[in-house]
């Protein structure tokens, strides 16, 4: 084989590696395009950086929940307060809409009962 066909075909087999991988990033992604399937992995990787955060903050917020709880229980009260309940899910309502009441829910469910 001579000089030039090894180049092309070296050429040919480089072509048909990015080909590859853009296939695989695009069906990853569902992009149609290289540069889409790119900008959706750069933009997947803030969102995954994004939640792990998120988790992080419910965590924290569970701990100061419990200490809250642990704090009025000791001192005679109840375990839940409605009204301040009512106030965060009004909050996130306002900020969020409907779903942000759903997610209020969700946050305040899980920060009960932890004491």
Do not use: W
Not at 37 to 50: E, K, M, P, T, V
């Amino acid at each position: 084989m001579s000089s030039t066909a090894t180049d092309r075909t070296a050429t040919a087999r480089t072509a048909a590696a990015r080909t590859t991988a853009v296939r695989t990033a695009a069906e990853e992604t569902g992009a149609h395009t290289e540069e889409a399937a790119f900008l959706i992995g750069d933009a997947r990787s803030r969102i995954d950086a994004l939640d792990d955060r998120i988790i992080g903050l419910v965590q924290e917020r569970m701990a100061v929940s419990s200490v809250i709880q642990e704090a009025r229980i000791t001192s005679g009260g109840r375990r839940v307060n409605l009204s301040r309940e009512m106030e965060i899910l009004g909050q996130y309502r306002d900020a969020l809409g409907k779903p942000g009441t759903s997610l209020a829910m969700t946050l305040l469910e899980l920060c009960r009962g932890r004491v």
